[in-house]
């Protein structure tokens, strides 16, 4: 049974940062992509960030480029997203998610996080 258990969430001020980690368990960790989405209240789920198995390619919407950055510990079974410069735009619940593939290129999502809840405040 395949678990994505988040943490790190939290309420921090505008300019703030952040560093979620999601550690995965149940599952070849290092054989897929890892990647991260948000939900905000009222609005649809978005994608944030992913990580292929390597970590040798990344993708980031375009409102989180430059300032969030994801990474991955292979040897931990954890993925990580470090968002600096954080906006109130950027409040949300943040799930972890594991893909079906060594890629996230068109790939499926496979599995989900609970989820953590991000705050910035203005």
């Known amino acids: 049974q395949v678990q994505l258990v988040e943490s790190g969430g939290g309420l921090v001020q505008a300019g703030g940062s952040l560093r979620l980690s999601c550690a995965a368990s149940?599952?070849?960790?290092?054989?897929?992509?890892m990647g991260w989405f948000r939900q905000a209240p009222g609005k649809e789920r978005e994608f944030v960030a992913a990580i292929s198995w390597s970590s040798d390619t990344t993708h980031y919407t375009d409102s989180v480029e430059g300032r969030f950055a994801i990474s991955r510990d292979n040897a931990k079974n954890t993925v990580y997203l470090l968002m600096n410069n954080l906006r109130p735009e950027d409040t949300a619940v943040y799930y972890c998610v594991m893909y079906s593939s060594r890629t996230y290129y068109a790939s499926r999502l496979d599995y989900w996080g609970q989820g953590t809840q991000v705050t910035v405040s203005s």
């Open positions: 149940g599952r070849t960790f290092s054989s897929y992509a």
